[in-house]
């Protein structure tokens, strides 16, 4: 089986890739793993250093926009796995054209691609930002849709085209939806990476609003075991949701960083309410559960002291995307 990874030098698409190759998840056993990233600012091929001597590894850099790169790189692919996206929230509220070139026309340009080889399956990876925000209870698959920031517009845009490529066309389309994301990799501009890098330096931390803004945290580990048994097992034109089954508002989520960390709260500066900004994100994983046998294995406070440790312990890894970050980022996008 010979996979293809849009975006595999970005933080999830990386994992996904290393659990391919390492078998550290679901064992899949490709014969061929091929990563095709644009190697914008958050994608990092030291990501990628720890399967890059696999015989079965190779790196394509392209763009995923690139009619010609992606029709060379799709051929002979029996399954395409698609991260690449722009992913943050704030960048999509300063300026949200490079979001619907990459999200919504990127992703056309790979799904014509795939129908045009006879690619065997199309994961698709999308977010829980999609639905909006809800008050209460969790979201089931069939929500309808109702983005409401230019980021979580284009991703929606994205995984309607998908699903029209599998009604209209017959393409074998699968999507994923995921909840926030956190982890080893990941780049330091979303909220715990840039927490945790910013008290270990000893600086300090922005909260949104008054902090009561909810959100699902969810290992990136078990977000690619879902995606597996997603691309393994998951039946043709649905969607499933990934999450991990832990809600914590953005205060209760500073107070575990703080004391993970062994900072105080005079190290936590109140900033202005992002625009838009949705209040509580919640997933309903039944489907997933019943249908492929999906279950969460790391709980958030195993997860966040693994993370933490790792941010102490590879500073020669963030550091030099400290410039690149932006201070006042918070809780963004959850694929890429």
Not at 36 to 53: E, F, I, K
Not at 69 to 95: L, T, Y
Not at 111 to 120: E, F, N, P, S
Request: net charge negative; hydrophobic share 35%; charged share 20%.
């Amino acid at each position: 089986m010979r996979i293809l990874i849009t975006g595999g030098a970005g933080f999830i698409g990386s994992e996904y890739v290393r659990m391919l190759l390492t078998g550290s998840g679901p064992q899949l056993a490709p014969s061929a793993v091929t990563v095709l990233d644009a190697l914008t600012y958050s994608g990092n091929p030291a990501n990628l250093d720890p399967v890059r001597a696999d015989p079965r590894f190779s790196f394509v850099h392209g763009d995923i926009c690139d009619p010609a790169v992606v029709d060379e790189v799709v051929a002979g692919q029996d399954v395409i796995v698609h991260f690449a996206a722009e992913s943050h929230v704030d960048r999509s509220i300063d300026g949200a054209a490079p979001f619907v070139t990459t999200n919504v026309l990127g992703t056309q340009t790979l799904l014509d691609a795939a129908r045009r080889h006879g690619t065997g399956r199309f994961v698709h990876v999308s977010t829980d930002e999609v639905y909006g925000s809800i008050d209460e209870g969790s979201w089931t698959e069939t929500w309808p849709l109702a983005p409401n920031s230019p980021y979580s517009a284009a991703k929606a845009g994205s995984d309607l085209l998908a699903l029209a490529y599998h009604r209209t066309h017959g393409l074998d389309v699968v999507i994923t939806r995921c909840s926030n994301n956190y982890g080893p990799y990941q780049y330091p501009e979303k909220v715990i990476p840039l927490f945790v890098t910013n008290l270990l330096d000893g600086g300090t931390v922005p909260l949104y609003g008054d902090g009561g803004n909810v959100r699902d945290w969810l290992h990136v580990y078990d977000h690619c075991v879902g995606i597996a048994l997603v691309q393994e097992k998951g039946r043709p034109g649905e969607v499933y949701h990934i999450g991990g089954g832990t809600e914590l508002t953005n205060r209760e989520l500073t107070e575990r960083l703080l004391a993970a960390c062994g900072a105080g709260w005079d190290r936590v500066v109140p900033v202005a309410d992002r625009k838009g900004h949705d209040r509580r994100y919640s997933l309903d994983i039944t489907k997933i559960s019943e249908e492929l046998g999906y279950a969460p294995s790391i709980d958030l406070e195993r997860g966040l002291a693994e993370t933490v440790a790792w941010y102490r312990e590879n500073r020669a890894w963030w550091e030099p995307l400290r410039s690149a970050s932006r201070p006042g980022a918070q809780a963004g996008g959850t694929a890429g």
